[in-house]
């Protein structure tokens, strides 16, 4: 079973900055994107960022020239440093892989982390 654990997040003053980290255990053959969400209270899921195995990368407008996600293909750990942090941008922040396949020829469309917190406040 592919299992996501973030980690990273907490409180920060507006123009801070945070990283969060996304590591992706179990019998991994190969992920396909990655990517972080975020939800903030009584607002959708939003997607924030995403990184496909190639590298390509792709940004809410909210966040661009702000935002930076990376991964370590050899660790299927994803990372996403966070500068001038806005109260704005507190919300829960979400890990997902998509399109996972495992050593043993399993295949999961989606998974998702549990979630860590990222709260922007003076």
């Known amino acids: 079973q592919v299992q996501l654990v973030e980690s990273g997040g907490g409180l920060v003053q507006p123009g801070g900055s945070l990283r969060l980290s996304c590591a992706a255990s179990g019998s991994i053959f190969s992920i396909n994107v990655m990517a972080w969400y975020r939800q903030a209270p009584g607002k959708q899921r939003e997607l924030v960022a995403t990184?496909?195995?190639?590298?390509?990368?792709n940004y809410a407008d909210s966040v661009k020239g702000r935002f930076t996600i990376s991964q370590v293909n050899a660790k299927n750990t994803v990372y996403l440093q966070m500068n001038s942090l806005k109260p704005e941008d507190t919300a829960g922040y979400y890990c997902?892989?998509?399109?996972?396949?495992?050593?043993?020829?399993?295949?999961?469309?989606?998974?998702w982390g549990q979630g860590t917190q990222v709260t922007v406040s003076a």
């Open positions: 997902n892989a998509e399109r996972v396949t495992t050593t043993r020829g399993e295949y999961e469309h989606a998974v």
């Open positions: 990184v496909t195995s190639r590298g390509r990368t």
